[in-house]
């Protein structure tokens, strides 16, 4: 058949039936089958007939009476193949005639009491899905057949080296006291009898309401039937999630919906009679799903009959089994033609990296130190063989594996385990988690790499569940009365918890007897439920104190196998304890992003003391967590908000500092809650209180100052420039600021960007700023005073209110200066070609080499001045004695005459600082500052300014000094030409 080889590895479509795409979802009870078919498309990984003699693939293992009956009688399996035993001569049923090709796998013969299970323990991956095909045969046995045959998928990390609990519970769940199978995801019970769809004998202990059997008693209460379990551990969960039933008048019967019988009819002895063809899948995620289909060998074909969502908590990998039994309800149990496939392609090479369970648990709460095994499940999913294969992981080395070459599935060999560990450390441990992923490589036969998808693994480092237990019953209560109980399960740690169950030894025996029931059994990390109980309460229980006090437990197992149990939790009848719990709140209108502390006062009314309190005060709406302070002996856990008082006397108070920011504009209320007490708290009342705080926007206003001159003369002008910049959260309205001028500047001129400026009061409206506005004002100011002036300005006013305080305030210096003025210069004198005293209306440079140049002390003043050119400067490769009037290096002092050549070693005097005594000017004369005054492009000297256009008052306060200046001044010219000329003649004679 196509679906026994390898046609299934490549196909280009995925096909799979139009009903698992939207059309039958079948509930806790099943409709009517409907056709159906086979997936296609995926990689087969195991494919096994089980015709043989022997069956080569190790990784099934036999258990109870499995035997192989085309196996010789008396035969030993070979080395390396599975070691499934060869059926006995004899058996009852009978069965298939041992030793004869083709065979069966026989799980168990028609003797009553007995059982037997075949198991494959190589995982196969998850993610892309499973479709498991087999035919199963049931027949030869007692009037009403039975048990039946279990199928089940394991978390694939688990060991699978032991069945679960046999009769009724198919070798997949548990049995009064009797656990079901390891890492139990799903199991299918292809139930004769009808035992395996209720939940007698204990099935499905604490599971929750919605996930329990319709009958709660043991015996044939559906015969014929397919009914799904979930995930399950030890005796708790392997809940009843569907199966193909409807009800009938009899509440505790119920009838089969399948098209056909699982079992051949009473006194039918050859197994092809029997034959069964049984499809079961789990569709990849992310909505995975059950589908079961069956071929009753009628006719029709393919019939969908099961159609569910599959359980929470897909595992990476799976491993599976087959198991059957007998009671004193009997059957032959045969299967064959087994065949595994992904329901989409593998990767060339696929890999699943996985916490290793085979060995013992890891402990709820890892710490640094602690190791953690790893598997990496490889799978060859091309079409030729891969060789050198190697597995890196990030975190640890080495990744050892058992071969290094990998024949495509489904060949013995094409899938293999290799195993690393980590050792957690003290980093790790302040992470809260471990994270590493693993890369592995190979090559083709063509001599190309090829590379696997990177897995990663999380692993959370602390897992946790805690409990609280609360009376329901109000007080007083007496004996004879039924107490009702609450039990608040909340996943405290980081792992998602399953099989959530409560045990109360007093209520829920360790037997599994009036089982504890809650709301769900599968908490993600913060999640809680609500479990309830009730006791009936006894005299002998009120003798000794009056009171009654009982301890609960709540557990659960992660995805990691670990379990995890909470601290206990008791619950007192008989004592009375009013709890009254306030609220206050400071400040009570906050800033937006600013912070409000919460006081919560808790307070014992009496009359009893009070003993494990728990009050809830979760983070309230509109703010996020800062900090918590609990009293002395108080502790508060942040994940859960809840503040725990172990102890809380008559008349005593414990409080509660909650510290919170504030994100928004929108009120921000706390509210704290009693949740439990192990006393009755006759008064509810008082058991909440709130206190609310309504926070106001806020503002930054920066204010910024600067001066372009940092050190003006008197009488100079400079500009101040005033920033304000809204940095926000909110927009500011009602700006000003205050920029008042100090003595010494006074105000020319204010420009703001934006309002205006009241330059009486230094105040500068400026009015809205937007998020992120900036407005400015200059302030040009004239120096009237010398010293160090200092300009301030500050926000004055502004809604809403700042709350940046540190930069609403600036200022700006500046250092005047008053600079002595120097005494005009006069207009220098021409040199004159000619020895002629008065200057010629147009002189030209002398090309004589000694010209003597007349000075005058002063031109005498004209209406029109008139001005020579300076004489081009005259360069001799040797130093001469002439009268030449070079500069000495750019044609002289500016306003000077030239300084004579000198001889080498000689030096030249400066010129004399240029002195202008201040005349009358004449009659119709320009004055000093007329246009007239000098010709275009020379500075225009007036006796009246100084420098920087200051009087120059102090300048004519000092004529007398400047008149001994220039007769000094003439003196030294007369002097010095007469040197010359004298030196001059000398060389001529």
């Given at each position: 058949?196509?679906?026994?080889?390898?046609?299934?590895?490549?196909?280009?479509?995925?096909?799979?039936s139009?009903?698992?795409?939207?059309?039958l979802t079948a509930?806790?009870?099943?409709?009517?089958?409907v056709?159906?078919?086979?997936?296609?498309?995926?990689?087969?990984?195991?494919?096994?007939?089980f015709?043989?003699?022997?069956?080569?693939?190790?990784?099934?293992?036999?258990?109870?009476?499995?035997?192989?009956?085309?196996a010789?009688?008396?035969?030993t399996?070979?080395?390396?193949?599975?070691?499934?035993?060869a059926c006995?001569?004899?058996?009852q049923?009978?069965?298939?005639?041992?030793g004869?090709t083709?065979?069966y796998?026989?799980l168990?013969?028609?003797?009553?009491?007995?059982?037997?299970?075949?198991?494959?323990?190589?995982?196969?991956?998850?993610?892309?899905?499973?479709?498991?095909?087999f035919?199963?045969?049931?027949?030869?046995?007692?009037?009403?057949p039975?048990?039946?045959?279990?199928?089940?998928?394991?978390?694939?990390?688990?060991p699978?080296d032991?069945q679960?609990a046999?009769?009724?519970?198919?070798?997949?769940?548990?049995?009064?006291?009797?656990?079901?199978?390891?890492?139990?995801?799903?199991?299918?019970g292809l139930?004769?009898y009808?035992?395996?769809f209720?939940?007698?004998?204990?099935?499905?202990?604490?599971?929750?309401?919605?996930?329990?059997?319709p009958?709660?008693?043991?015996?044939p209460?559906?015969?014929?039937?397919?009914?799904?379990?979930?995930p399950?551990?030890?005796?708790?969960?392997?809940?009843?999630?569907?199966?193909t039933?409807?009800?009938?008048?009899?509440p505790t019967?119920?009838?089969s919906t399948?098209?056909?019988?699982?079992?051949?009819?009473?006194g039918?002895?050859?197994?092809?009679?029997a034959?069964r063809?049984?499809?079961?899948q789990i569709?990849?995620?992310?909505?995975?799903r059950?589908?079961?289909?069956?071929?009753?060998?009628?006719?029709?074909?393919?019939?969908?009959?099961l159609?569910?969502?599959?359980?929470?908590?897909?595992?990476?990998?799976?491993?599976?089994?087959f198991?059957?039994?007998?009671?004193g309800?009997?059957d032959?149990?045969?299967?064959?033609?087994?065949?595994?496939?992904?329901?989409v392609?593998?990767?060339?090479?696929?890999?699943v990296?996985?916490?290793?369970?085979?060995?013992?648990?890891?402990?709820?709460?890892?710490?640094?130190?602690t190791?953690?095994?790893?598997?990496?499940v490889?799978t060859?999913?091309?079409l030729d063989?891969?060789?050198?294969?190697?597995?890196?992981?990030?975190?640890?080395?080495?990744?050892?594996?058992?071969?290094?070459s990998?024949?495509?599935?489904?060949?013995?060999?094409?899938?293999?385990?290799?195993?690393?560990?980590?050792?957690?450390?003290?980093?790790?441990?302040?992470?809260?988690?471990?994270?590493n992923?693993?890369?592995?490589?190979?090559t083709a036969?063509?001599?190309?790499?090829?590379?696997?998808?990177?897995s990663?693994?999380?692993?959370?480092l602390?897992?946790?569940?805690?409990?609280?237990?609360?009376?329901?019953?109000?007080?007083p209560?007496?004996?004879g009365?039924?107490?009702?109980?609450?039990?608040?399960?909340t996943?405290?740690?980081?792992?998602?918890?399953?099989t959530?169950?409560?045990?109360?030894?007093?209520?829920?025996?360790?037997?599994g007897?009036?089982?504890?029931?809650?709301?769900?059994?599968?908490?993600?990390p913060?999640?809680s439920?609500?479990?309830t109980?009730?006791?009936?309460?006894k005299?002998?229980?009120l003798?000794a104190?009056?009171?009654?006090?009982n301890?609960?437990?709540?557990?659960?197992?992660t995805a990691?196998?670990?379990n995890?149990?909470?601290?206990?939790?008791?619950?007192?009848?008989?004592?009375?304890?009013?709890i009254?719990?306030?609220?206050?709140?400071?400040?009570?209108?906050?800033?937006?992003?600013?912070?409000?502390?919460?006081?919560?006062t808790a307070?014992?009314h009496?009359?009893?003391?009070?003993s494990?309190?728990?009050?809830?005060?979760?983070?309230?709406?509109g703010s996020?967590?800062?900090?918590?302070?609990?009293?002395?002996?108080?502790?508060?856990?942040?994940?859960t908000?809840?503040?725990?008082?172990?102890?809380?006397?008559?008349n005593g108070?414990?409080?509660?500092?909650?510290?919170?920011?504030?994100?928004?504009?929108?009120?921000?209320?706390?509210?704290?809650t009693?949740v439990?007490?192990?006393?009755t708290?006759?008064?509810?009342?008082?058991?909440?209180?709130?206190?609310?705080?309504?926070?106001?926007?806020?503002?930054?206003?920066?204010?910024t100052k600067?001066?372009d001159?940092?050190?003006?003369?008197?009488?100079?002008?400079?500009?101040?420039?005033?920033?304000a910049?809204?940095?926000?959260?909110?927009?500011a309205?009602?700006?000003?600021?205050?920029d008042?001028?100090?003595?010494?500047?006074?105000?020319?001129?204010?420009?703001?960007?934006?309002?205006?400026y009241?330059?009486?009061?230094g105040?500068w409206?400026?009015?809205?700023?937007a998020v992120?506005?900036?407005?400015?004002?200059?302030?040009?100011?004239?120096?009237?005073?010398?010293?160090?002036?200092?300009?301030?300005?500050?926000?004055?006013t502004?809604?809403?209110?700042?709350?940046?305080?540190?930069?609403?305030?600036a200022?700006a210096?500046?250092?005047?200066?008053?600079v002595s003025?120097?005494?005009?210069?006069s207009?220098?004198?021409?040199p004159?070609?000619?020895?002629?005293p008065?200057?010629?209306?147009?002189?030209?440079?002398?090309?004589?080499?000694s010209p003597?140049?007349t000075?005058?002390?002063k031109?005498s003043?004209s209406p029109?001045r008139?001005?020579?050119?300076?004489?081009?400067?005259?360069?001799?490769?040797?130093?001469?004695p002439?009268?030449?009037?070079?500069?000495p290096?750019?044609?002289?002092w500016?306003?000077?005459?030239?300084?004579?050549?000198?001889?080498?070693?000689?030096?030249?005097l400066?010129?004399?600082?240029?002195?202008?005594?201040?005349?009358a000017?004449?009659t119709?004369?320009?004055?000093?500052?007329?246009?007239?005054?000098?010709?275009?492009?020379?500075?225009r000297?007036?006796p009246?300014d100084?420098?920087?256009g200051?009087?120059?008052?102090?300048?004519l306060?000092?004529?007398?000094?400047?008149?001994?200046?220039?007769?000094?001044?003439?003196?030294?010219?007369?002097?010095?030409?007469?040197?010359?000329?004298?030196a001059g003649?000398?060389?001529r004679h």
């Amino acid at each position: 058949m196509a679906w026994h080889g390898r046609t299934l590895r490549r196909t280009s479509v995925l096909v799979l039936s139009a009903l698992a795409f939207g059309g039958l979802t079948a509930g806790p009870l099943a409709g009517p089958a409907v056709p159906a078919g086979l997936p296609t498309g995926g990689t087969v990984i195991v494919n096994e007939t089980f015709e043989g003699d022997t069956v080569p693939d190790p990784a099934w293992e036999p258990l109870g009476r499995a035997c192989l009956t085309g196996a010789p009688v008396g035969s030993t399996p070979p080395s390396g193949a599975a070691q499934i035993p060869a059926c006995p001569a004899a058996g009852q049923g009978p069965p298939p005639t041992p030793g004869v090709t083709p065979g069966y796998l026989q799980l168990n013969d028609a003797s009553g009491f007995v059982g037997g299970s075949l198991l494959y323990r190589r995982p196969v991956p998850a993610s892309a899905g499973l479709s498991v095909t087999f035919e199963q045969y049931q027949y030869a046995g007692t009037a009403a057949p039975g048990d039946g045959i279990g199928f089940y998928l394991v978390d694939g990390s688990t060991p699978l080296d032991s069945q679960g609990a046999d009769g009724g519970s198919l070798g997949y769940a548990q049995r009064n006291l009797s656990p079901g199978v390891v890492g139990g995801y799903l199991g299918v019970g292809l139930d004769a009898y009808g035992n395996f769809f209720n939940d007698g004998e204990s099935r499905g202990a604490g599971c929750p309401a919605g996930q329990q059997s319709p009958v709660q008693v043991d015996g044939p209460v559906a015969p014929n039937v397919i009914t799904l379990r979930g995930p399950g551990a030890g005796i708790s969960g392997y809940c009843y999630l569907a199966s193909t039933t409807t009800p009938t008048a009899d509440p505790t019967r119920y009838a089969s919906t399948l098209p056909g019988t699982l079992s051949a009819a009473f006194g039918v002895t050859d197994p092809a009679v029997a034959k069964r063809l049984v499809n079961v899948q789990i569709t990849p995620a992310p909505a995975p799903r059950v589908i079961v289909q069956l071929d009753f060998q009628d006719g029709a074909g393919w019939q969908e009959v099961l159609n569910q969502p599959a359980p929470a908590g897909l595992p990476p990998t799976y491993k599976f089994g087959f198991s059957a039994s007998t009671g004193g309800s009997t059957d032959v149990h045969l299967i064959r033609g087994v065949n595994a496939a992904t329901i989409v392609p593998l990767s060339r090479l696929d890999l699943v990296k996985q916490v290793d369970r085979t060995g013992a648990p890891l402990p709820a709460e890892i710490t640094a130190g602690t190791v953690i095994p790893y598997q990496y499940v490889l799978t060859n999913g091309g079409l030729d063989t891969l060789t050198g294969l190697q597995v890196t992981d990030n975190r640890l080395a080495p990744v050892s594996c058992p071969a290094t070459s990998l024949p495509p599935a489904p060949a013995t060999g094409s899938t293999v385990v290799c195993t690393g560990s980590y050792t957690v450390t003290a980093a790790d441990v302040a992470a809260g988690q471990v994270v590493n992923t693993a890369n592995a490589t190979a090559t083709a036969e063509n001599g190309s790499a090829v590379n696997a998808p990177p897995s990663t693994v999380t692993v959370p480092l602390v897992s946790s569940v805690g409990l609280t237990k609360t009376v329901l019953t109000p007080a007083p209560q007496t004996a004879g009365q039924s107490i009702d109980y609450a039990f608040t399960v909340t996943n405290t740690g980081g792992s998602t918890l399953s099989t959530v169950t409560v045990q109360d030894p007093l209520i829920s025996p360790s037997d599994g007897s009036n089982p504890i029931s809650c709301p769900v059994s599968v908490l993600q990390p913060g999640e809680s439920t609500v479990c309830t109980a009730s006791y009936l309460l006894k005299e002998s229980d009120l003798v000794a104190t009056g009171t009654f006090t009982n301890t609960a437990t709540a557990k659960g197992q992660t995805a990691l196998g670990q379990n995890v149990v909470s601290a206990p939790a008791s619950a007192t009848v008989g004592q009375v304890a009013d709890i009254g719990v306030t609220v206050t709140a400071d400040p009570t209108a906050p800033l937006v992003g600013g912070t409000v502390t919460f006081t919560v006062t808790a307070t014992n009314h009496g009359p009893d003391d009070a003993s494990s309190v728990v009050i809830s005060n979760p983070v309230p709406a509109g703010s996020t967590y800062v900090s918590a302070t609990p009293g002395t002996g108080t502790t508060f856990d942040p994940a859960t908000s809840r503040w725990t008082i172990p102890a809380l006397p008559l008349n005593g108070s414990a409080q509660l500092t909650f510290v919170v920011r504030v994100d928004g504009t929108d009120p921000v209320t706390d509210t704290a809650t009693v949740v439990s007490a192990a006393q009755t708290d006759p008064v509810a009342e008082n058991n909440t209180a709130s206190a609310t705080v309504t926070p106001v926007q806020r503002t930054d206003i920066a204010v910024t100052k600067s001066v372009d001159v940092a050190s003006p003369q008197i009488g100079q002008q400079v500009t101040f420039t005033v920033g304000a910049e809204n940095k926000g959260p909110a927009a500011a309205t009602g700006v000003t600021l205050t920029d008042v001028l100090p003595a010494g500047l006074t105000l020319v001129r204010a420009t703001p960007s934006t309002g205006a400026y009241d330059r009486t009061t230094g105040i500068w409206t400026v009015g809205g700023l937007a998020v992120g506005e900036k407005a400015t004002l200059t302030l040009t100011v004239v120096a009237t005073s010398t010293g160090l002036l200092t300009n301030s300005a500050s926000l004055t006013t502004v809604q809403p209110a700042d709350s940046v305080p540190g930069n609403n305030e600036a200022s700006a210096e500046v250092l005047v200066r008053n600079v002595s003025p120097s005494p005009s210069p006069s207009p220098s004198p021409s040199p004159s070609p000619s020895p002629s005293p008065s200057p010629s209306p147009s002189p030209s440079p002398s090309p004589s080499p000694s010209p003597t140049h007349t000075h005058s002390p002063k031109p005498s003043p004209s209406p029109t001045r008139t001005h020579s050119p300076k004489p081009s400067p005259s360069h001799s490769p040797e130093p001469s004695p002439s009268d030449d009037c070079s500069s000495p290096a750019a044609g002289g002092w500016p306003g000077h005459h030239a300084a004579p050549s000198l001889r080498p070693g000689a030096r030249a005097l400066p010129p004399a600082l240029p002195v202008e005594v201040p005349e009358a000017a004449p009659t119709g004369a320009p004055s000093g500052n007329g246009p007239d005054a000098a010709e275009a492009g020379e500075p225009r000297v007036s006796p009246s300014d100084g420098p920087a256009g200051a009087p120059a008052t102090a300048g004519l306060a000092h004529t007398g000094f400047s008149v001994v200046l220039l007769v000094v001044a003439a003196g030294l010219l007369i002097l010095i030409g007469g040197l010359f000329s004298a030196a001059g003649r000398r060389r001529r004679h």
